[in-house]
């Protein structure tokens, strides 16, 4: 079993940044891929970015690629998303998650194919 814990959630105002970080203890594996999602209220869960363990490829949601860069720290198991230029629009609830596996395709932006996942850490951009 895997437990992850996000932080760095809060309230910002728009055009401003924040830093998510994740933390992964328990069950270790050689390699694996961490990932952020996000989901708002009424709309379906969101892959924003993701990062696998060792190789370092990273693959992001298009729309997003320039405004959050996702990073990790494998002696610390933690993976971080920096959000710039914030806005309304990004207010939901962020999630890390990790799958253990490795797909075909573009599998990293499928929600199903993760196998362990954090609580969630509210993001809130006031405009």
């Known amino acids: 079993q895997v437990q992850l814990v996000e932080s760095g959630g809060g309230v910002v105002q728009a055009g401003g940044s924040l830093r998510l970080s994740c933390a992964a203890s328990g069950r270790t594996f050689s390699s694996y891929t961490m990932a952020w999602f996000r989901q708002a209220p009424g709309k379906e869960r969101e892959f924003l970015a993701s990062i696998r363990r060792n190789e370092g490829p990273t693959y992001y949601a298009g729309e997003l690629k320039g405004r959050f860069t996702i990073s990790s720290d494998n002696a610390k198991n933690t993976v971080y998303l920096q959000m710039n230029t914030l806005s309304p629009e990004d207010t939901a609830v962020y999630y890390c998650?990790?799958?253990?596996?490795?797909?075909?395709?573009?599998?990293?932006?499928?929600?199903?194919?993760?196998?362990?996942w954090g609580q969630g850490t509210q993001v809130t951009v006031s405009s």
């Open positions: 998650a990790v799958a253990t596996s490795w797909y075909g395709g573009n599998w990293f932006r499928n929600s199903a194919l993760y196998d362990f």
